[in-house]
Each structure stands twice: as structure tokens, then as C-alpha cells.
């Protein structure tokens, strides 16, 4: 488990520094940048997006999932 962190955690700085030992000169190419730009735009409209789907309304108190008489009542919201 350490080690999958570890690498997940290395895995960019390591291309960075051999793309950056391979060619030192160049940087990235346009269409590389607005890939990138395009990447980071969905990245936050996805995020934006959970944010609203799973935000409970105000005025409401979370309960968490419990388990009666054997099955399991999922976790909802309750109006104050």
C-alpha cells in the first residue's frame, strides 16, 4: 500500500525531470498546453459538479447510515 503512494506521489516529478534532461531547450508544444488547459477545465467542471449533486440542502442534518434489525438504512438527511 506504502509503496503504490510513494509511486503516485513520484510518478510526476520523475517525468518532469526526464523531459526535462531529454530536451532542456523546448518546451512543451501548444497543442500539449491547450490538451492540458482542456484537462484542467473538465477537471473542475466534474468537481464543481459532485460538489453540487452530493451537498445536502441547508437547514438539514446528516445521519449517517445505520443498520436496523439487520439491513442497512443508508445515510441521508434530515430537516431540522
Known amino acids: 500500500m506504502r509503496f503504490v503512494e510513494i509511486a503516485l506521489f513520484l510518478t510526476p516529478i520523475i517525468v518532469f525531470a526526464a523531459w526535462r534532461l531529454m530536451a532542456p531547450a523546448t518546451g512543451p508544444s501548444p497543442r500539449v498546453l ?8 473538465v ?10 449533486e452530493g451537498a445536502l440542502p441547508p437547514d438539514t442534518t446528516y445521519v449517517p447510515a445505520t443498520l436496523v434489525d439487520g439491513r442497512i ?3 441521508h438527511g434530515v430537516p431540522r
Open 73 to 75: 438504512v443508508p445515510a
Open 43 to 52: 477537471l473542475l467542471a466534474a468537481l464543481l459538479w459532485f460538489h453540487k
Open 34 to 41: 491547450a490538451a492540458a488547459a482542456a484537462l484542467l477545465v
